[in-house]
């Protein structure tokens, strides 16, 4: 029997005495399937869900934050305030950068290094932007990480949101003043 390619389906199962066409008609199905796969895994991994492993993998194996960019008016080390410590560098993804109004776009992604007065690398916060994750406090996901990828506080913290929400005007951020 000859596999007619619109009834071909994509059928796993065949005799032992396919012909030539079933066999490209199967290989072109699994191609297809794969081609399929590969980019759905692709989009799907664009950007991750609100989660402290997830975020962590993206902001250090999928997209470095360290190659990332410093807002222009927030550029390098910088010195801090408590709680974060003396001195820090505040990296930010291309939505964030792009966003020349309050609030930024949803897939912004702010990394901050803190730093301790010996300028030793401590501490890692994140704040990510993402759709309905919490509405009533500017949709934002927070996130400290101890230098070995340990999260410290994760989500929605009520201590990040409460003192960096004195800024909501500015989309709770505090470094770089949108204009
Ligand atoms: C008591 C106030 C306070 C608390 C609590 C606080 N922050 Fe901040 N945050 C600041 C200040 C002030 C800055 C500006 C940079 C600096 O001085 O270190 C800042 C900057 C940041 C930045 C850089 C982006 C920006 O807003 O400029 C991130 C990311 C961040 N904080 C994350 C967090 C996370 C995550 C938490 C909770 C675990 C948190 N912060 C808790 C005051 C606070």
């Known amino acids: 029997m000859l596999l007619e390619p619109d009834k071909a389906g ?10 030539t066409m079933q066999k490209h008609v199967i290989a072109g199905c699994l191609t297809a ?3 399929f796969s590969i980019t759905s895994i692709a989009l799907a991994g664009d950007m991750p869900g609100p989660d402290a492993t997830a975020v962590r993998k993206y902001i250090t194996k999928v997209s470095p934050y360290t190659k990332w960019s410093y807002w222009p008016d ?20 291309k939505k964030s950068l792009n966003s020349a109004k309050p609030p930024v776009q949803y897939g912004s992604m702010i990394v901050k290094e803190n ?31 101890g230098t070995d990828g340990t999260a410290m506080k994760v989500g929605k913290p009520k201590g990040c949101i409460g003192c960096h929400g004195t800024r909501s005007a500015n989309d709770f951020v505090v470094v770089h003043e949108f204009k």
Not at 121 to 135: A, E, H, S
């Open 10 to 19: 994509c059928h796993l199962f065949f005799q032992p005495k396919e012909s």
């Open 33 to 35: 399937l794969l081609m």
């Open 74 to 93: 927030h550029k390098g080390m910088q010195k801090g305030r408590a709680p974060h410590g003396p001195f820090h560098k505040v990296f930010v993804n």
């Open 115 to 145: 730093y301790s007065p010996k300028k030793e690398l401590k501490i890692i916060t994140v704040m990510y932007k993402v759709k309905g994750y919490n509405p009533k406090d500017g949709d934002w996901f927070w996130a400290k990480y």
